[in-house]
DNA sequence: GCCAACGTTGGC
DNA sequence: GCCAACGTTGGC
């Protein structure tokens, strides 16, 4: 089983959001960048736990944790003129992104903040958030970085 | 709102 | 295939 971080900017989608959906569930979509797509295709497993992190917001951390409970399979919006991130060279016969289901399991009473993730650098070496200039939306996270940082919500 | 990082696009 | 222009991300 993998471990994965997931960023989305709260006020656009937020953990309480999932938590609010039927079965707190929801497609992660509109993910339009081709090493994500990849990774959903290839490397994520259903029973994959992810950390979600809220992004782009006055405190931006990991708020809590979900699981992976679908394949990738293509992402709806793509398809619709009206939405976000419709793509108009993509088509039902030949779609060109990807998303996955993902279910909400438990929201962290205290944020682990990217700053508190900042000042456990160290013992974080690797983590990709924290790398300069990362701009993926969705990032592995290693076992050890995985257990380290739910002690740090702890 | 600024700005650095970096992915994508498109002309050549 | 190169590379400049452009758009997006995301912290601050």
Request: hydrophobic share 35%.
């Amino acid at each position: 089983m993998a471990y994965w971080l997931m960023k989305s900017e709260p006020n656009c989608f937020s953990i309480d959001d999932l938590a609010a959906r039927p079965d707190q569930t929801a497609g992660w979509d509109g993910v339009r960048n081709y090493q994500v797509r990849n990774m959903f295709r290839d490397q994520m497993r259903i029973g994959d736990q992810a950390f979600f992190y809220h992004s782009s917001c006055a405190v931006p951390g990991i708020v809590g944790i979900m699981r992976i409970v679908s394949d990738a399979y293509p992402d709806p919006t793509q398809f619709d003129p009206r939405a976000d991130h419709y793509d108009p060279k993509s088509t039902p016969e030949h779609p060109r992104w990807l998303q996955v289901d993902v279910k909400f399991e438990c929201k962290f009473a205290r944020p682990v903040t990217l700053a508190t993730l900042r000042a456990h650098q160290e013992r974080l070496k690797g983590l990709q958030v924290l790398q300069p200039g990362n701009r993926l939306s969705v990032t592995p996270v290693r076992e050890d970085h995985w257990h380290y940082i739910l002690q740090l919500a702890s």
